[in-house]
Every structure is written in C-alpha cells, then in structure tokens.
C-alpha cells in the first residue's frame, strides 16, 4: 500500500496564479483532511471531507476550495495564489471513527512569490 | 481558545537522558488526545493515543504518555533519547466526537537531542 500520496511535492507560483494540489489514498479511508503548516503555528485545518462527494471548511478555509469526486482522492484547489499561502500542505485520512489516527502524506511546499 | 498548548518549542538533551514533552489540553468534554513526530521534510506520524481505555499510554520507538485529568495534561516521555529521536513532536486532541473528529494541533515542540 502506498498510504496517502500527494502531488506535486514542491511548486513555485506567482502571485495571482492558480493550481491545484492532489492527495491520494488507497486505504479506503471515508474521512480525509488538507492542513497547511506554518512555522510556530502547528497544523490548522483547512478543509476536510466526511465522503465522497462532501466537503466541509475547517479553521482557516479562506482562499481555498476543495473536491471530493471520488474516494480516494481528495483535491485542494488556489484560484488566485498569495504570498499569504506559502506554506507546507499536508493532506490525511482516516477511517472516520473519533478514535482512528489520522494517517498524513509526505507534503506539499508551495512558495507564492 | 487554544485546545492545545505544548511548552517549549525547543527542547534539547543529551543522549541517554530523559526525554519529556509538555503537552496540557483545555476540553469541556472527554478528550482524545494524541502525539505525533515529524521527521525533517517528511510527513506525521502517530507515536500514540489516549482514547479513555488506560490512563498511562505506551507508543512505539520507547515513548509513553499520562493522562492526567486533575492537571489536563498528557506528557510525553521516554526514559532514554537517542540520537534517533531527533524530530518535531505535536500534541493534538479531538474535541468534537460526532462530528469530523477534527484535530486539533499544539504548536509544536522540536527536540533535540546531544551526542
């Protein structure tokens, strides 16, 4: 099993730009998450999803969107990128139970310039 | 309102010597509450979890935790560091139980460990 996969694992935008990071899963996870992680702040939620095709915003959801067409793949998506959003992402996944460990992909380090 | 707080963003010991990871939690109901490490340049990993069944909690790589209602705290510790255990630690709790079960993550505490 490959767990949770991410693509790309590093990008360069420029401010304005759009794009659109992808999280796999083959674990058949119902419940998957997008954190972004920033120096001294830990991990915050940004979005999260419950099932296929629902999606929920989390702690800080401004500026992103996130789709959830099938199972296993949960997308993030930046239509106008900021220098405010550089920043590590990590998508998880878990099989939904309050008490089931997340499960994280390697990341994603996204440089707005 | 911070779930979760963690003393100390830095943490340093000797090789050898005991490891400890502060980790307190505010909660109006029950808690779950886990730590993770994070390798450099690598994503979270689950070390271990309190979820009600036994106070005094037992991870892997050596690592132990206490929940502690009285003091809302769940500690991290291991008797011995190695060089190995060179890594950012995150103590998160799960406050809502029937919704998402979102994480909540402390800040972070990184560990480092002297030869």
């Known amino acids: 099993n490959a767990g949770v996969t991410q693509t790309p694992k590093f990008r360069v935008l420029k401010t304005g730009q759009s794009m659109t990071l992808l999280c796999a899963q083959d674990m058949n996870h119902e419940y998957m998450y997008w954190y972004r992680q920033d120096p001294g702040m830990g991990l915050r939620l940004i979005h999260y999803s419950v099932g296929e095709g629902t999606t929920a915003k989390g702690e800080v959801p401004d500026g992103y969107n996130v789709s959830r067409l099938k199972k296993q793949n949960f997308l993030l998506g930046l239509e106008s990128a900021a220098p405010s959003q550089t920043s590590v992402y990590f998508c998880?996944?878990?099989?939904?139970?309050?008490?089931?460990?997340?499960?994280f992909g390697p990341g994603t380090r996204l440089t707005v310039l | 309102a911070q779930s979760v707080t963690q003393l100390g963003s830095h943490v340093s010991v000797s090789e050898g010597a005991l490891v400890l990871l502060r980790c307190n939690y505010s909660s109006s109901v029950p808690p779950y509450l886990f730590w993770y490490v994070q390798y450099p340049n690598q994503g979270l990993q689950l070390l271990l979890k309190y979820t009600s069944a036994a106070t005094l909690v037992k991870g892997i790589n050596g690592f132990e935790a206490e929940f502690k209602k009285s003091e809302t705290s769940f500690h991290l510790t291991k008797p011995s560091a190695h060089m190995s255990d060179a890594a950012e630690y995150f103590c998160a709790v799960i406050l809502d139980q029937t919704g998402a079960n979102n994480l909540f993550f402390g800040t972070g505490t990184r560990l480092t460990v002297i030869p």
């Open positions: 998880a996944s878990s099989r939904g139970l309050s008490y089931n460990e997340q499960f």
